[in-house]
């Protein structure tokens, strides 16, 4: 975290899972996290369905 901070560079922390890791990185100064406490994998299947809802909610299009 200090040497982001020191560059002005954002941290991404990956594999966060529960409420209490996240307490922990934001009082560290981690600004954007990923891992199942934000969303769990799914079969790449179902990937344009979900774009396609997350587009409709921001009201972006997404083509081919």
Do not use: F, K, W
């Not at 981690?30 to 179902?46: C, D, E, F, K, N």
């Amino acid at each position: 975290m200090s040497i982001a901070s020191v560059l002005n560079t954002p941290v991404v922390c990956e594999g966060v899972e529960t409420e209490v890791q996240l307490a922990s990185l934001r009082a560290s100064g981690v600004s954007h996290i990923q891992g199942y406490l934000t969303g769990r994998p799914i079969p790449a299947s179902q990937l344009e369905n979900v774009l396609q809802a997350m587009a409709a909610d921001s009201q972006l299009a997404i083509t081919r």
